[in-house]
C-alpha cells in the first residue's frame, strides 16, 4: 500500500527540517510526503525546495486555513492511505508506517491510531503531555473521548466516499472529521499500541482561555452534527478525560516509540460503557 503523508506549511521554517527528516528516515518504501504551504513569506519554500527529493509533490498558493489546505493534500494524493502531519512535528521513530502499514494490512480496517506525545519546543526529548490511546470503541464518543488526530490514517477511499474536513469547524476540524467517520459512518478502527507522533507544545486551540472556550463550542457543533448524544455534556467532558494526560509526564524524557512511558498509566478512566459491556459479558 502507498501512504500519502500531507504536511500544511505557513512560515514554518523553525522546525519543518525535521519533520521532514522524519518522514524521509522511515524504512517503509510506499510513502508519498505532500507539502501544501499557504504561500510563507520566510525560509519555508527554501527548505521544500533544498528537501525536494525526498517530497513527492508540493504547492504555494494562498488557502483559507489549515484544513482547506489538507483537503488540497488529500486531491493530490495518490496512496491508499491517508496521513497528516504537522510541520511542527514528528513521526516518533522510523518503522512507525510500516508498523501502521501492517495493521491495515493484518486486522483489515478502515482507519488506525496510537500514542501521541507532547514535546517541548526547544528540546523535543521533554515531556510536556502524553496522549495514551485507547483500544478502539465506539461508544467512548459519548463520553469526549476521542484519537489522537495527529496519530490517525485512514483509508483514501473512503474520503472520497464521505468528504474531507469541514473548514468551518476551524480548530475542531479534526475532531469533526474522526467523529463524522468513526462514529456517524461507523468505520472500523484499530488502536496501534505504539508512539507514533512526537508534537511541539502548542497549538491553535489551546494556547489561551478564550481559545479553549471557543474550540469547545465548536467542539459541540460538530458533536449535534454527527448525533453524539448529550452533546453540550459531552463538549464539557471532552476536555476534562484529557487531564490524566498531564499526570507525571511533565519534564520527562520520551525514550522510547515502542513501549507506553513508564510515567503514565494506563488506565486513564473508567468510561460507563465499558463497565456496562463487562457486565453484560
Keep these: 500500500m502507498r501512504v500519502s503523508i500531507i504536511t500544511v506549511t505557513y512560515n514554518s521554517e523553525k522546525h519543518l527540517e525535521d519533520c521532514i527528516a522524519s518522514v524521509r528516515k522511515q524504512t517503509y518504501g510506499n510513502i508519498e510526503h505532500i507539502i501544501v504551504d499557504g504561500k510563507s513569506t520566510d525560509r519555508t519554500l527554501k527548505i521544500i525546495q533544498k528537501n525536494a527529493g525526498s517530497i513527492a509533490r508540493w504547492i504555494s498558493e494562498p488557502d483559507r486555513g489549515m484544513y482547506d489546505a489538507i483537503n488540497k493534500g488529500i486531491a493530490m494524493a495518490s496512496g491508499d492511505i491517508i496521513g497528516v502531519l504537522n510541520s511542527d512535528d514528528m513521526l516518533a521513530s522510523a518503522d ?43 461508544s467512548r464518543f ?25 473548514n468551518h469547524y476551524f480548530t475542531a476540524a479534526d475532531y469533526e472529521f474522526m467523529a463524522r467517520y468513526l462514529y456517524h459512518h ?10 507514533i507522533v512526537k508534537m511541539r507544545n502548542g497549538g491553535a486551540s489551546n494556547n489561551s482561555i478564550y481559545g479553549r472556550l471557543r474550540a469547545n463550542r465548536r467542539d459541540y457543533l460538530a458533536m449535534k452534527k454527527n448525533n453524539i448524544p448529550f452533546a453540550l455534556m459531552v463538549s464539557i467532558l471532552k476536555p476534562l478525560i484529557k487531564i490524566p494526560q498531564y499526570k507525571n509526564a511533565r519534564g520527562q524524557e520520551a525514550v522510547s516509540a515502542d513501549r507506553p512511558h513508564k510515567f503514565f498509566s494506563s488506565k486513564v478512566l473508567v468510561f460507563p460503557a465499558d463497565v456496562k459491556a463487562e457486565a453484560d459479558r
Design 142 to 166: 459519548n463520553y469526549g473521548w476521542m484519537p489522537a488526530h495527529p496519530t490517525f490514517y485512514i483509508r483514501r477511499g473512503l474520503i472520497e466516499q464521505f468528504g474531507g474536513y469541514e
Design 96 to 138: 512507525v508506517i510500516m508498523d501502521i502499514v501492517a495493521c491495515f494490512d493484518e486486522k483489515q480496517v478502515d482507519s488506525v491510531y496510537g500514542d501521541l506525545v507532547y514535546v517541548n519546543a526547544a528540546n523535543p526529548k521533554l515531556v510536556m503531555r502524553y496522549w495514551k490511546g485507547l483500544p478502539y470503541k465506539r
Design 186 to 195: 461507523k468505520i472500523s478502527s484499530f488502536y496501534l499500541d505504539k508512539m
